[in-house]
């Protein structure tokens, strides 16, 4: 089946400094990929969808000057997280689907733990 | 917001089946179910979706009622790695969208030994 990878697993950072997330489709290439954040015992929240070539589209509410998305190529999307706080502190999980699925049947990441200091 | 409501929690036994239930009454006709699970601190996975006629596949079995205002999900026969938080999630498959999946609150399902 295909797969999705996250680099870092876990990362513990300063409050202030800049934190950046990949998500990589390892046996596919993926356009369109999707950024979520879970706090915990909550639900994931649909942040950002990232289009290769182009600009990612934002949900309502998230800032797209704190979080910086890059899809520069079709298998590997970045998140970084800018000046980050305390109250950035989340799981972050990115999803993609392979060529030839409905865009539902979503492959997701193990998810990134953040941890701001 | 998610347009599915489903019971917080729910408890099964080791070897039996997990029904699951899904309340989805302002559901569209073009709008697919869609049922994904997170076991603790990993990504979700998806495992079953439908339009109007049950579907099974080698995870779950899907059964959505005539009127489409509700579905349930089984789990034939249930083990403790069935443990996770379920997810019905109702939309139109691709589309103009983007494919964006709205992740309600989900169920809790606990399978005990």
């Known amino acids: 089946g295909a797969v999705v990878s996250q680099h870092p697993s876990w990362v513990i950072c300063k409050s202030g400094t800049s934190v950046k997330i990949e998500c990589r489709s390892l046996?596919?290439?993926?356009?369109?990929m999707f950024w979520y954040r879970q706090f915990p015992k909550q639900s994931l929240m649909l942040m950002a969808t990232?289009?290769?070539?182009?600009?990612?589209?934002?949900e309502q509410g998230v800032e797209k000057d704190k979080f910086l998305i890059n899809h520069a190529s079709l298998t590997l999307s970045t998140l970084t997280v800018t000046s980050a706080h305390p109250e950035d502190s989340s799981f972050y999980i990115c999803?993609?689907?392979?060529?030839?699925?409905?865009?539902?049947?979503?492959?997701f990441g193990p998810g990134t733990r953040l941890t701001v200091l | 917001d998610a347009k599915t409501t489903q019971p917080t929690s729910m408890d099964c036994a080791e070897g039996r089946a997990a029904n699951l239930p899904c309340n989805h009454s302002?559901?569209?006709?073009?709008?697919?179910v869609y049922w994904y699970r997170q076991i603790h601190s990993q990504g979700p996975q998806y495992i079953i979706h439908?339009?109007?006629n049950n579907e099974t596949n080698e995870m779950a079995s899907l059964i959505i009622t005539e009127d489409r205002k509700s579905s349930t999900l089984i789990l034939p026969h249930a083990t403790l790695r069935d443990t996770a938080v379920y997810y019905c999630?109702?939309?139109?498959?691709?589309?103009?969208?983007?494919?964006?999946?709205?992740f309600g609150q989900g169920t809790e399902l606990s399978v005990k030994p």
């Open positions: 302002t559901i569209s006709g073009n709008e697919y």
């Open positions: 999630i109702v939309r139109v498959a691709g589309g103009n969208q983007g494919g964006k999946l709205i």
């Open positions: 999803s993609a689907t392979p060529p030839g699925l409905a865009y539902n049947e979503q492959f």
């Open positions: 439908g339009l109007k």
């Open positions: 990232s289009n290769e070539g182009s600009k990612a589209t934002y």
């Open positions: 046996d596919f290439q993926a356009t369109t």
